[in-house]
C-alpha cells in the first residue's frame, strides 16, 4: 500500500459560502463513511449504489476505506460540524483489469448537490487518475439520472447507450 497522499488534501471554499475539506480517505473513516450512506436519499442511495439499501456491510466498508491510494483512491469532502467532521461527498476510481483505465463513482449529499463540490471532487480525482498512469475513467449511470449525466458531460465525458442494459448510459472520458 502506498503512503497516505497528503498532497492531495485541500481546503476549499463553495460558491454558497461554505468552506470543505478535500482528501483522500482513510481507514479510520468507516464511522463518518457510514453515516453519510445512512444519510443520502433513497433516491441518491439508489442512484449512487444501483440497488436499495440502508447502509453499508462490514465488509464493504472496509473496501471502500482501506485502499491503496494508487489502483483505488477516494477522496472524501468533509465539513466541519462543531468539533467534529461530517463527510459531504465521495469519488472515487478503482483500476479496471486493462492497466491504463479505470471506473469512478461520485455520490453527494443531498443537501450539498449544487454547491460544486462534486465539481472540485471530480476534477482532482481525474488530476489523481492521470498523475497515477491511468488514461481513461470510465463509469456507469443509470438513464434516468439526468443531473449526473448532464454533469458528466459538462465534465468532457462521453455517453454511450449500453446495449446490453438500457436502463443504464456508458461514460468514459480520456485524462
Not at 466498508?61 to 482501506?66: A, E, G
Not at 469519488?91 to 469512478?104: D, I, K, M, S
Not at 461520485?106 to 463540490?117: E, K, P
Request: net charge negative; hydrophobic share 40%.
Amino acid at each position: 500500500m502506498a503512503a497516505y497522499p497528503q498532497g492531495l488534501v485541500r481546503t476549499r471554499d463553495l460558491s454558497d459560502g461554505r468552506r470543505v475539506t478535500i482528501r483522500p480517505i482513510r481507514p479510520g473513516d468507516v464511522e463518518i463513511v457510514q453515516d453519510f450512506v445512512r444519510h443520502l436519499s433513497q433516491e441518491s442511495r439508489y442512484s449512487r449504489f444501483m440497488s436499495q439499501l440502508n447502509e453499508l456491510s462490514a465488509s464493504k466498508l472496509k473496501y471502500f476505506t482501506d485502499i491503496d491510494y494508487d489502483r483505488h483512491l477516494a477522496l472524501i469532502a468533509v465539513a466541519a460540524a462543531g468539533a467534529e467532521e461530517i463527510e459531504v461527498g465521495v469519488a472515487r476510481y478503482v483500476g479496471l483489469p486493462q492497466p491504463e483505465r479505470c471506473e469512478f463513482a461520485i455520490a453527494v449529499d443531498d443537501a450539498w448537490q449544487g454547491s460544486g463540490v462534486a465539481g472540485i471532487l471530480m476534477t482532482t480525482l481525474m488530476d489523481a487518475a492521470r498523475e497515477r498512469g491511468f488514461q481513461s475513467m470510465n463509469g456507469t449511470v443509470l438513464a434516468t439520472n439526468h443531473r449526473m449525466l448532464c454533469f458528466v458531460r459538462r465534465l468532457g465525458f462521453t455517453l454511450r447507450g449500453d446495449a446490453e442494459d438500457p436502463g443504464t448510459v456508458a461514460v468514459e472520458r480520456q485524462l
